[in-house]
């Protein structure tokens, strides 16, 4: 079921592929719709599997990363319907792609612990799949940042000049997407740490609940990527590191990220395996 | 009704000639209505900027024509025949139609692509308009060209990339800093394009405008003319500090601007951007102070190479420009052969109906005794006969493919239908329409 969406986001990357190439207006309206298209279609899918499931289906890895990729979508549109500006499509919408394959073709049955009945699980999981979302729109932002940078100032205006928007406008972005990123990755883990603490006085035996630890390396990077985009905040605030370093920054931040979010959740934590 | 035109421009006259020649200084609705009196000339277009006066002329007779506007150039700026007709260009119909189309595009401007030159087309047509000089041939020839401008710019980069060092400067602004508003700009003396890029900057938005100079005259000249407030010269390390651009173009020999005096007033970090541009030369801003991590410093030079980047990305373009305006002509040349064949059409139309008509009423007796319902559908069944059959040759009459075809088929079906030109279609002879092939066979 997977599949529909996978399809719609990749006819999406090649639409926005001859927007950002072409620069016609029309093209853009039609990237739009494709990718509008694939989101409707990943709601549909993941409305029918919790149909099915009964609950939300993020469970899992692969599910969780549909719902990632699904919240990416919306995020990514929203930004492009408020500011008008379609050249991040190029970046943004293959990470779409690239993520969407995992839970096509590999959907997993969302098969849920019973410990995880709380509406606190769920705060958990939205909160931090919308922070991801957010941080890989600042990464890409970010990125994009430090091509139009290089351009303006080693004097090549070239390929990207004309195409991206201007350097305060992605740093303004970029800001505002970390911004976001944070206040719902401190709910999330907030919320998490109290439920799991909850959870664990309810059933002393679970081996995931006694897991939950700094040691537990999802949770330890967790709080490191927490501690990433805080001194990103910082230093943008007090240190005046905006523009490329901020930029670099978010990138790392995201990196980090994507290696909690997908091998270390599939090969190394022990605390976050509820099947 | 044919299209001629007449005119000078840059590359066929000297810039003396085409302001002894120019409209657009002069009242240009006494010129078009001067022009009306002319006997020959239907629908008439001035165009006149200040590369081009071209007259634009729907008319019967091109020969008769020509020699009318010829005379009135001559009139009107007072200039004798001689001192002007080596330097007239003349097409007419279809390269009248090509240079209007090109013209529009910006192919036929002095910088290729310049994107005034529509509106002053369109402004030409709109005065026309308004002394009710344009018919339904320069109406669709001008709204033509229009979209043929559009197509133009909207699908090859032919107008793209600033071509002047003041542009330059200030499309590099709005990538680094977006929108301008609000922006502080500080001017270190006053020069040619120092000034320019101040005015392009102020019409772009920015906030305020700080002018400082050795000599405060100068500065306070300038800051008049782009509004700006001139600053004493001992001031300018601590502008530099608040400015988001500084535009440079003194006469100093020595740099006015070091990497020391920034980073001591704004540290190593510094948090906003800020854009350097020096049109100084000798140059006014050391060049070590475009490695400060925030800071874009662009010379002269800089500048120059990105015009002439620009330059050549759009003379690359020009191929792709020309094509579309070969395709546009050649549309409009199908629109006018389509409209070349509406009479012919119209004949044909009213000699069929002619014939249904008579035929009607022939069994006018005979059909009496039917009800009204009845006969009306009579009625509407053989126009409904003659429609279908005149379907096909009409469609394939609008789509001939030249001029010399249309002739000969327009030619043939005058023959074979009997449709004379100029002659009432009422009087095409009687008795032929009554003998039709089914009153051959009745007898």
Redesign the interface.
Known sequence: MNFLPLALYAAAVVVYAIHFAKRQPSIGRTATTVLLLGVLAHTFVIGMQTMEVRHVPFSNTSTAVSSFVWMLALSYLYLEVTTDERAMGVFIVPILVGLQTIPAFNPGVDYRDPVLDSPWFWVHVTSLLFAYATFALAAMLGLTYVLQFKEIKKKHLGYFYTRLPSLHVLDAMNSRAVAVGWLFLTVGVVVGVVWAAQALALTPDNSNLRAMSLQDPKIFIAVLTWAVYSFAMFARKTLGWTGRRAAWLSAVGFVIVLLNFLPVSYFVTTSHTFQ | MQVILLGVSHRTAPVELRERLDFSSRDLGAAIQALALRPSAAETVVLSTCNRSEIYVVCNDPVRAREEVTGFLSEYHNLPETAFTPHLFSYDNESAVRHLFRVAAGLDSIVVGEPQILGQVKDAFQAAAEHHRTGPMLSKLFHWSFLVGKRVR??TGLG??AVSVSFAAVA?A??????LNGRRVLVVGAGEISTLTAQHLRANGVGEILVTSRTPAHAEALAASVNGRSVPWNDLAQGVAVADIVVTATGSQRPIVTRAQIESVT?R?????LFIIDVAVPRDVEASV?DI??V?L?NVD?LQS?VQ?NLSRRSSEVERAESIVTEEVSKFGAWQRSRGAVPTIVALRERFDRIRRSELNRLDGKLSGMPPEAKARVDEITRLIVEKLLLEPTEQLKGLPDEETQVAYTEAINRLFRLRDGEPISQVDEGAAEVTPADRQRK
């Open positions: 909207t699908e793209e990339g590099l709005r990538k680094i800093f977006g929108q540290g970090h510094r948090r906003d951007p475009g991590e925030q874009f662009y800089d990105l980047e």
